[in-house]
């Protein structure tokens, strides 16, 4: 299963959330921090939705559209650069999708 990320660049490293899981969010001092970091909050949420029978989240374009668009907002916003990146985090669900 994988899952969209959106990284924002920080004055040290990388913010980091998942449009599909809200509040899913983390951070690192490098990029390759950062996206092992939301990988562990990924799968940490995966888990949890496991253990209270909640159903998988489902992704979708305009689910990440929007989220990129109110990043981008939220950084006009406070004066930082309109820069972000997007990448993908392939996890394996406990439970069959």
Do not use: W
């Amino acid at each position: 299963m994988k899952f969209t990320v959106i990284l924002e660049p920080e004055t040290i490293g990388y913010s980091v959330h998942c449009p599909a899981l809200p509040g899913c969010v983390s951070q690192g001092d490098s990029r390759e921090e950062a996206m092992t970091n939301i990988r562990e909050a990924i799968e940490g949420i995966l888990a949890l939705r496991e253990k209270h029978n909640m159903p998988l989240p489902e992704e979708t374009p305009e689910l990440v559209s929007q989220e990129i668009r109110c990043s981008l907002s939220e950084r006009k916003a406070e004066g930082l650069p309109l820069k972000i990146e997007t990448d993908e985090v392939e996890v394996i669900p406990r439970v069959p999708v």
